[in-house]
């Protein structure tokens, strides 16, 4: 069965400062998944990671995927207040129909 | 695109009564999940179809729930009859197979079970 662990689940942070959430999975797969979530609204796309390697980047938020360490980073650079939501990372899993695990998430409070 | 589209937003029912939460995917997709959010569970996978056709409806929690997609175009999670315990978030989610399967969320059913 395949687990996917975020860390840390809470995070609070000073305006910017940098951090990094760690998301692990537990069996092999080659698609890995970021997405953004604010209070009383859906869940947003960030970031697609599709080969052991990647990086994609969109201002301050830059995701990576090792899928050897079968570990995905989001590095927060220079936080600001409109960072703050719950970041979940899913993890491709199973056949061909797009299923998706999702972890926890981590709820990222950026303060002044 | 309108994106994945959900009605009703939001739905107040009274203990027993019967639920339809209703979804359309983006068009060309064709994979649709159903997923519900809940403060203490999280986000859980209730059920998914690939080609109008149940893959995998291990996560519904009881007879209680059931979903259907007739035509490419449309979903429907049912609850009968509901229970307190069904308040939720509920999202619908689609993907098209073969690329990315990135998944696009609708915006979501909260629905309230007093």
């Known amino acids: 069965e395949l687990k996917v662990e975020q860390n840390p689940l809470f995070l609070s942070m000073q305006e910017g400062k940098n951090y990094t959430i760690y998301c692990n999975y537990s069996t092999t797969s080659d698609r890995l998944y970021w997405y953004r979530q604010d209070p009383g609204k859906s869940l947003e796309s960030l970031f697609v990671?599709?080969?052991?390697?990647a990086v994609k980047q969109e201002g301050r938020l830059m995701a990576s995927l090792d899928t050897k360490a079968r570990l995905s980073t989001l590095h927060i650079t220079a936080a600001v207040h409109d960072l703050s939501a719950t970041y979940f990372c899913a993890v491709g899993y199973g056949g061909s129909q797009g299923n998706l695990i999702f972890g926890k998430g981590t709820k990222l409070s950026v303060k002044p | 695109d309108a994106g994945v589209i959900q009605s009703p937003r939001h739905e107040v029912t009274e203990m027993g009564q019967e639920v339809t939460l209703r979804c359309k995917p983006i068009s060309g997709h064709n994979s649709l999940f159903w997923y519900r959010q809940t403060m203490m569970r999280g986000l859980e996978l209730l059920i998914y179809?690939?080609?109008?056709?149940?893959?995998?409806d291990s996560g519904m929690p009881e007879d209680r729930f059931s979903a259907k997609m007739p035509n490419a175009s449309f979903s429907t999670l049912k609850i009968q009859p509901s229970e307190p315990r069904d308040s939720a978030v509920y999202f619908c989610?689609?993907?098209?197979?073969?690329?990315?399967?990135?998944?696009?969320f609708g915006p979501g059913t909260r629905l309230t079970v007093t």
């Open positions: 990671l599709l080969s052991n390697g």
């Open positions: 179809f690939n080609n109008n056709v149940p893959i995998d």
């Open positions: 989610a689609s993907t098209k197979t073969g690329g990315s399967y990135e998944q696009y």
